[in-house]
C-alpha cells in the first residue's frame, strides 16, 4: 500500500478509497452504474418474480427514484424473518415493492398495514399484491400516515408491532419515529429510510429545511438511548433502530 495513502475499507456494499465516499446511492438509480453495487446485486439478490415485475413497471414511473433499494428491500426481509416478524407497518408505500416484499417474507398470518395518500400508486400495488397472493395480508389506509398511526394507538396496539419502516414525507419523520416507538415492541426494528439524502445531510445549506430535518433526526437517534442503533450506507441511506 504505497506510502499508506490509500485505505482499503470493505463496507458491505462498496470499496472505500481515501477521498472518497462508501456512499453510492440506489441500484436502480445513483448506484446504477456503480461496478460494486452491480456486483452485490447479482450476487445476492433472490428476487420474487411479482416483485421483479412490480419493480419493471415502478421503473416506468417518473418518480421511479423514490421506490426503495432492491438490494435494501431484501435485507429489511430479511431482518423482518430473523425476528420472526408477523405484524409491520409501512409509513409511504408508494407503487408498494417494500410492502410487497415485507408481506411476502412473513408467514400466512402476516400483516402490513401499508400507509400511502396517493390513490394512483395504490391502483399500481394491487394488481402486483394479488398477483402474488398477499392481498390478505397488506392492508392499505389511503390517508395521513400519522392518522393511521394514531388510530392504531386508539385501537390498542401499542407495543404490538415487529417492524416499522419510515418512508414519507422527511419533515414528518420525527413524529411519525416517535409513534412508531409506541407501536413497536421491545426488541422490535424501526427502519428509517434517506438519512443521508444523498450525502446532503453532512453540512446542509442553511435553506434547505429537508436536509436539516434529516441531520437532526440523525442527531436525535445517536443520543436515544431507548433504541440500540445503526446507520447503513445502503441506498440512500439506511437506519435501524431496534427498541429496549
Known sequence: MA???????????????????????????????????????????????????????????????????????????????????????????????????????????????????????????????????????????LQRAMQTLDELIAAGETGTFDFVFIDADKTGYDGYYEKSLELIRKGGIIAIDNVLWSGKVVDPAPDDVTSRTLDALNKKLHKDQRIDLSMLTIGDGLSIAIKR
Open 3 to 141: 506510502a499508506g495513502r490509500h485505505f482499503l475499507v470493505c463496507l458491505g456494499l462498496s470499496v472505500l478509497l481515501t477521498g472518497k465516499s462508501a456512499f453510492v446511492g440506489k441500484s436502480h438509480s445513483g448506484g446504477k452504474d456503480d461496478p460494486v453495487l452491480q456486483y452485490v446485486v447479482n450476487n445476492s439478490l433472490r428476487e420474487h418474480p411479482v416483485l421483479t415485475k412490480l419493480k419493471l413497471r415502478t421503473l416506468d414511473d417518473q418518480w421511479y427514484v423514490m421506490m426503495v433499494s432492491i438490494e435494501q428491500a431484501q435485507l429489511m426481509a430479511n431482518l423482518m424473518k430473523l425476528i420472526n416478524a408477523t405484524k409491520a407497518i409501512e409509513i409511504g408505500m408508494y407503487t408498494g415493492y417494500n410492502a410487497l416484499s415485507m408481506a411476502l417474507a412473513m408467514p400466512e398470518n402476516g400483516h402490513v398495514v401499508a400507509c400511502e395518500i396517493n390513490n394512483t400508486y395504490v391502483e399500481i400495488a394491487k394488481p402486483f399484491f394479488k398477483e402474488a397472493g398477499v392481498e390478505n395480508k397488506i392492508d392499505i389506509r
